[in-house]
């Protein structure tokens, strides 16, 4: 089973970068797709990106493309995302989730293995 650890989140202000990094344990790690998701407080959490299990197809929720990308490192277990031009509306916790790869890559797929999260907050 894979489990996954986030690192990378703190406080930044608008319009800085930051890289989210989620690092999987087990050998598996390539079988799987990769997502981001987000939850800002009162809010229900909200898909951001995901990748598949071989990096080559990647999706984006249309209120972060163009500033963030999500990329992996299967040979080091790793998801990252790039955020850039960041906002004070990204302030979120950042979760990586992962689900077993069976063809297709889907933001609204089930995804049924979960960090723990990794706090964001941009300032104005």
């Known amino acids: 089973q894979v489990q996954l650890v986030e690192s990378g989140g703190g406080l930044v202000q608008a319009g800085d970068s930051l890289r989210l990094a989620c690092a999987g344990s087990?050998?598996?790690?390539?079988?799987?797709?990769v997502g981001w998701f987000r939850q800002a407080p009162g809010s229900a959490r909200e898909s951001v990106a995901a990748?598949?299990?071989?990096?080559?197809?990647?999706l984006y929720a249309e209120s972060v493309k163009g500033r963030f990308t999500i990329s992996r490192d299967n040979a080091g277990n790793l998801v990252y995302l790039q955020m850039s031009s960041l906002r004070p509306e990204d302030t979120a916790v950042y979760y990586c989730?992962?689900?077993?790869?069976?063809?297709?890559?889907?933001?609204?797929?089930?995804?049924?293995?979960w960090g723990q999260g990794t706090q964001v907050t941009v300032s104005s």
């Open positions: 990748i598949s299990r071989g990096g080559g197809q990647s």
């Open positions: 989730a992962a689900y077993l790869d069976r063809g297709v890559l889907s933001r609204d797929h089930v995804f049924d293995i």
């Open positions: 087990g050998r598996t790690f390539n079988n799987y797709n």
